[in-house]
């Protein structure tokens, strides 16, 4: 996860970037697009709104809201850097 900087607004998001052959070779496509999915279409105070999507040739990127004080998945200790991105611009 990092966390990024909207540069037009200054909103602050989170931004999960994941590795497109590491899906592929551990099965994970489906798993992965339907976590788009979801979090595409739920309307919940529980689960994070995606704001945008994007994808490169080996790079999948979802933003979204931005919590402070979660914690990561099992024991990877979470890097954050502050990017200042242009979402228009992708």
Same mark, same amino acid.
């Given at each position: 996860?990092? $966390? +990024?900087?909207?540069? &037009?607004?200054? *909103?602050? =998001?989170? #931004?999960? +970037?994941?590795?497109? &052959?590491?899906?592929?070779?551990?099965?994970?496509?489906? %798993? #992965?697009?339907?976590?788009?999915?979801?979090?595409? *279409?739920?309307? !919940?105070? @529980?689960? $994070?709104? $995606? %704001? =945008?999507? @994007?994808?490169?040739?080996?790079? $999948?990127?979802?933003? #979204? &809201? @931005? #919590? !402070?004080?979660?914690?990561?998945?099992?024991?990877?200790?979470?890097?954050?850097?502050?990017?200042?991105?242009?979402?228009? !611009?992708?």
């Amino acid at each position: 996860m990092l $966390l +990024v900087e909207k540069v &037009d607004t200054g *909103n602050l =998001y989170a #931004m999960k +970037v994941l590795r497109k &052959d590491v899906i592929i070779q551990r099965k994970q496509k489906l %798993h #992965m697009r339907a976590e788009r999915e979801i979090l595409e *279409n739920v309307d !919940s105070p @529980f689960i $994070l709104e $995606l %704001h =945008y999507a @994007f994808q490169t040739n080996d790079k $999948l990127y979802l933003v #979204m &809201d @931005f #919590m !402070s004080g979660g914690k990561g998945v099992g024991k990877r200790k979470i890097v954050i850097r502050i990017l200042k991105v242009n979402f228009s !611009s992708i």
